[in-house]
């Protein structure tokens, strides 16, 4: 029955009519090309859209190579401020230690030059008296008075 039914239909088309429907079985028919336009359209955008997808994680890769670079150059100028903090600390006690040599040399010169001042003293007290035992011993006085020197500085 349903050959009959399908010769019956062949049958009361006319060859116009044949000719106006489109042919569904070509890849060129006016039905295949709309919906393979409406369907290229997402496709297309989908395409676009893993495109500009990659090219984001390329950059975020980027971004991230450079984070990493940064973050190294931080960690090394951390390093070299806590260098030069520790190098700086060290300069300050070396200071400090020079300041308080340099204020037990004046100390000390302080200390001889008031020897000298006493010895001076007694030179000229000796001076005033001198007879030949006095005048040995001031000779023996300028003798001890630079051994005193030569013994605080070397």
Do not use: W
């Not at 042919?23 to 500009?52: G, I, T």
């Amino acid at each position: 029955m349903m050959e009959k039914i399908g010769v019956n239909i062949e049958t009361k088309i006319s060859e116009k009519e044949k000719e106006s429907l489109p042919d569904f079985k070509s890849d060129h028919s006016e039905l295949y090309q709309f919906y393979s336009k409406k369907m290229a359209f997402p496709d297309r955008e989908m395409a676009f859209l893993n495109e500009k997808r990659a090219f984001l994680n390329k950059e975020r890769a980027f971004f991230n190579e450079e984070r990493a670079f940064l973050n190294e150059e931080s960690a090394f100028l951390d390093r070299e401020r806590a260098f030069l903090n520790g190098e700086s600390a060290f300069l300050d006690r070396e200071r400090a230690f020079l300041n308080e040599e340099s204020a037990f040399l004046d100390r000390e010169r302080a200390f001889l030059n008031e020897e000298r001042a006493l010895l001076n003293e007694k030179r000229a007290f000796l001076d005033t008296k001198s007879p030949f035992f006095f005048k040995k011993l001031v000779f023996f006085l300028n003798f001890a008075e630079k051994l005193v020197f030569l013994c605080l500085f070397f």
